[in-house]
Nanobody
């Protein structure tokens, strides 16, 4: 059973940092790209970052220069390091495993989703 589990969210002040973690049981990230998406209240889910099985990364323009995605394949864990957080980063952040090994920004190319972790950035 592939079930990504996110952690690391919380309430922080603008300008702070958070690191989100996503772990999958049974090393089920092996061979697959993993992505992060977010959904703010009243908004649609949007792409944040993706990392391929080989380590190539893609970031949304809104987070470039502030967020970094990385992975530890041995632990089947993917991280989202978020620096210089802004109030507009407030959202539920979801981790998802792609259906293939390459990066993708399209939500429909992700087959397994976590339950999400809340990030609230106060101004």
């Amino acid at each position: 059973q592939v079930q990504p589990v996110e952690s690391g969210g919380g309430l922080v002040q603008a300008g702070s940092s958070l690191r989100l973690s996503c772990i999958a049981a049974g090393r089920s990230f092996i061979g697959y790209a993993v992505g992060w998406f977010r959904q703010a209240p009243g908004s649609e889910r949007e792409f944040v970052a993706s990392i391929s099985w080989g380590g190539e990364t893609v970031l949304a323009d809104s987070v470039k220069g502030r967020f970094t995605i990385s992975r530890e394949n041995a632990e089947s864990t993917v991280y989202l390091q978020m620096n210089s957080l802004k109030p507009e980063d407030t959202a539920v952040y979801y981790c998802a495993r792609a259906t293939g090994g390459l990066t993708t920004t399209e939500a429909q190319r992700y087959g397994y989703w976590g339950q999400g972790t809340h990030v609230i950035v106060a101004s």
